[in-house]
């Protein structure tokens, strides 16, 4: 949130990626290494599991230091380990990465989450947590706690009724991987209007088009036939940013309502980024914003930059 | 800007506690209690259902619901701070942090490896015998030791079947489920059998205390329980393996692996043999000397022992000890107890009565029914023993026998194989992840039938016997 709207330096930036499962995650813990990867930025991983009911909570505590005896891991750990596995494949050619051993006897439980130590871990800046409890409290905890920049969610985590709280109350910016297809290649949308956020979002889209050569577009839409001043100003701002790196752009101006217009634009063959809403957090809470309804109604991954 | 955010996100995190204190203030301070109800029970029934709320929805920890019911009675007045204080704390409430702390004991001796061992002699390889033990042990051990300390011995046994069984537990997710909720159901059906079978039945002997309908032995509580238990094992075999349909029929080097793994424990050792020992005679002092000295005194002499003998440090126990339930369980029988003396609970039952005298007309029918399906259906949501807890002073007020309607109150308590919520049991295998909640509907609906039919036998044909 201190961030918003400074020059940032890639160097310093914190990416968290949330996974669920080896089976589900691939994905998403892919798109958040090579996002990582492209910002320069250290990763996190953390694994947000159920949190047994209070009333037996000792019990499955007892049950789990006893399992431990019998070399069962947690499935939390589990799905720790492959995410290491995975980032281990994704750089073959990282060599302190390779050196990384995981091992979950080594684990250090503080401030309500179990984090696994990892031994020469010097320049990967690879961080491997677990957590129980609700999603968004878990993630949040963990954005505030160790000052993530970006949070990674997947799809299948994205479940619609959970867009308003994702986007409100994670003090980070949030990239949601909808129907993410590695394969596919993409367009990158970024949508542009005259508010203090676009200006990240356009740096971060910078970023990512060039390490990742996708074709970029801007996307203006105005609700009335004319374009202010603010809006014109923003869009030819944005294409010089653009032109100044040395990415083409293609820029559309639309009228009609925003949502409706960004979601019907991106289709399924775009990834959207797009400023967080700079609406009083009130209002957000009670009548929502562009980024809310616009996560909630596109199906493309989408970035909503704070 | 970010205090916004702080304020909207502590609402959307406690917005339950926030709808329980509105509802609260909107019963005391706008609704007229019931011309037959008097304001002290009035205001125990409010407190009761402002704690139901929290306690499922979980916006406080549970050590706050505790408090909070505790000092909502002395704040609306209902009874003094001196007399919820001596309220609060009971053999009950004994037994359970007795229990509680008994299991971390037992547990920590590594007889986990022996159980297993003895297990594996008696079944052979076929999982169909496998599955049959696991049930079978499992109910019989947790009738004495308590369901969550068998589920959290048997546990690493069935996963570590199943891991040698497949690498990937989830390919075999038919043995998966059969194996974990054997244990589970297994550990549930025979929580009913005695009264060290869990924390709920001892609190339904306090409740029978409390209201004057007379004391049972741990004795007679095995004479009238513990035929349903038997009677249910083979049943359950025969729905787990009915419903999950193990993919492999026989586990021959999956349980080779095992015993090559349990041998590397060696003999069994004097510390172990001294911890058994000791048990058997926290056993033999429930079974002769309750009624004297009181289940929770034994379980605490118990603890005693295991502490002298340094078969246990007080720290392990201090550390895995949930004293949050403890807490909650003494305020909640201390609610429980002042809806008798109110007489909230005898209103809720006369309106109940009331309610449903025109639907059914025999009492008993409608007094043993009343009191099963309000218990069954609580305790898949609530927690067995929080169930009893609640529901108890209600159905012991319907009328009729209060030890018979007792005796089934507690034993649906245990009927919670719906969900992961009811049972320790039942959270414990479903926290390994390799069980759904829809495997608990799938085979619950089925255990819930065999429950229900097997406790109408019991009170039909067996309870007239005695």
Redesign the interface.
């Known amino acids: 949130m201190t961030k918003t709207n400074t020059p940032f330096d890639p160097k310093s930036l914190k990416f968290l990626t949330a996974v669920s499962s080896a089976e589900y995650s691939k994905p998403t813990l892919k798109m958040g290494a090579l996002i990582a990867s492209v910002f320069d930025a250290s990763h996190g991983v953390v694994y947000v599991g159920e949190r047994a009911s209070e009333f037996h909570g000792s019990s499955v505590n007892l049950t789990r230091q006893n399992l431990d005896n019998w070399n069962i891991i947690h499935p939390g750990l589990e799905v720790l380990e492959w995410a290491l596995q995975e980032l281990k494949a994704l750089s073959p050619d990282n060599e302190e990465l390779a050196k990384i051993q995981f091992n979950p006897d080594h684990v250090y439980e503080e401030d309500g989450r179990v984090r696994v130590i990892l031994p020469d871990d010097k320049g990967c800046r690879i961080e491997l947590v677990l957590r129980e409890g609700e999603l968004v409290d878990q993630l949040r905890k963990e954005i505030q706690l160790e000052g993530y920049d970006l949070a990674i969610i997947g799809g299948s985590q994205n479940k619609r009724h959970l867009a308003h709280s994702i986007l409100q109350y994670l003090p980070a910016s949030v990239f949601v991987l909808q129907k993410f297809n590695p394969q596919k290649k993409y367009k990158l949308l970024l949508l542009v209007d005259d508010s203090s956020a676009t200006s990240k979002s356009i740096e971060w889209g910078a970023m990512i088009a060039e390490k990742l050569g996708w074709p970029v577009r801007t996307l203006t839409v105005s609700k009335t036939k004319r374009f202010g001043a603010g809006y014109q100003g923003a869009a030819d701002k944005a294409k010089a940013y653009f032109d100044s790196r040395g990415i083409e752009v293609e820029q559309f101006f639309l009228t009609g309502d925003p949502v409706r217009t960004f979601v019907e634009f991106a289709g399924d063959n775009h990834f959207v980024i797009m400023g967080a809403s700079t609406l009083n957090p009130v209002k957000q809470f009670l009548f929502g914003s562009k980024p809310i309804q616009t996560l909630k109604q596109t199906d493309v991954p989408i970035v909503i930059v704070r | 800007?970010?205090s916004?955010?702080d304020i909207?996100?502590w609402i959307?995190?406690k917005k339950w506690l926030l709808i329980a204190l509105v509802y609260g203030m909107f019963m005391h301070h706008v609704v007229t209690p019931p011309p037959d109800l008097n304001p002290a029970a009035f205001d125990a029934l409010i407190i009761i259902s402002m704690a139901l709320i929290l306690i499922i929805t979980?916006p406080l920890?549970?050590p706050a619901i505790a408090m909070f019911m505790l000092f909502m009675q002395v704040v609306l007045g209902i009874d003094s701070a001196n007399n919820v204080a001596s309220s609060f704390m009971n053999d009950a409430v004994f037994f359970i942090m007795g229990s509680?702390m008994l299991?971390?004991a037992i547990?920590s001796q590594?007889l986990?490896k022996r159980l297993a061992l003895g297990i594996i002699t008696l079944t052979g390889h076929k999982t169909w015998r496998i599955v049959a033990g696991f049930t079978a042990i499992s109910a019989i051990l947790a009738s004495f030791i308590g369901e969550?300390t068998v589920?959290?011995?048997m546990?690493?046994v069935g996963?570590?079947l199943v891991?040698y069984a497949h690498k990937d537990p989830r390919k075999v997710a038919g043995l998966t489920a059969a194996l974990l909720f054997s244990i589970a159901y297994g550990a549930t059906i025979g929580s009913i059998g005695t009264p060290s079978g869990g924390g709920r039945n001892v609190i339904m002997m306090n409740y029978w205390a409390e209201f004057g309908a007379g004391s049972v032995t741990y004795l007679e509580w095995i004479k009238y329980v513990y035929p349903m238990v038997l009677f249910q094992i083979p049943i359950t075999v025969f729905i787990l393996l009915w419903t999950f349909k193990p993919e492999h029929s026989n586990l021959d080097s999956a349980v080779r692996k095992l015993v090559v793994?349990v041998a590397r424990a060696g003999k069994i050792k004097g510390r172990e043999w001294l911890a058994i020992f000791l048990f058997i005679l926290v056993f033999l002092g429930w079974v002769f000397l309750s009624e004297d000295f009181g289940l929770g005194i034994i379980a605490l002499l118990g603890v005693f022992l295991y502490l002298s003998f340094g078969l246990v440090e007080w720290q392990e126990l201090n550390r895995?000890?949930?004293w949050?339930?403890i807490l909650l369980f003494g305020a909640a029988i201390s609610i429980g107890i002042q809806m008798n003396q109110t007489g909230a609970a005898e209103w809720i039952a006369h309106v109940i009565i009331t309610s449903l005298g025109n639907v059914i007309d025999n009492p008993a029918v409608l007094q043993g029914s009343v009191s099963v399906l309000l218990t069954g259906v609580m305790s898949n949501i609530l927690?067995s023993?929080?169930t009893v807890a609640v529901v108890g002073p209600i159905v012991l007020d319907l009328g009729g026998d209060q030890i018979l309607i007792g005796f089934a109150t507690a034993i649906a308590s245990a009927f919670g194989y719906f969900t992961?919520?009811a049972a320790?049991a039942c959270?414990?295998i479903?926290?390994?992840?390799?069980v759904k909640s829809k495997d608990f509907l799938r085979a619950g609906w089925k255990m819930g039938v065999l429950s229900l039919v097997s406790l109408l036998g019991l009170s039909l044909l067996w309870w007239p016997l005695l």
Do not use: C, W
């Not at chain 2, 479903?430 to 390799?434: A, Q, V």
């Open positions: 800007m970010n916004y955010i909207l996100f959307r995190q979980e920890p549970l509680l299991a971390v547990v590594g986990d969550h589920a959290a011995m546990m690493p996963l570590t891991r793994d895995k000890t949930n949050g339930v927690s023993s929080a992961a919520v320790p959270t414990i479903y926290s390994s992840g390799l």
